[in-house]
């Protein structure tokens, strides 16, 4: 990553993006997906803008999907389910 989503303004919401990665010409030509996992609650936001609660749901972000929609989700984790 480059030092470029420190310069955003503390309002914005900061998500990666490819162009915030280092060499990202090279990156994007080669690569056939590009994921970036953007936690809200580092950024102190808590919930959505329907008021859902965001703990512990990280935002899963799909930057670039060769052949393929771009789209975004959470997730949640539950650890009772993990072994």
Do not use: W
């Amino acid at each position: 990553m480059n030092r470029a989503i420190e310069s955003r303004k503390r309002f914005e919401v900061k998500r990666s993006q490819l162009t915030d990665l280092r060499d990202s010409d090279t990156l994007c030509d080669d690569s056939d997906m590009v994921i970036f996992i953007h936690r809200l609650e580092y950024y102190e936001i808590f919930q959505d803008y329907k008021g859902n609660d965001l703990c512990g749901m990280p935002e899963i972000i799909i930057a670039k999907l060769r052949n393929g929609a771009l789209v975004d989700g959470f997730l949640r984790f539950k650890g009772e389910l993990v072994m």
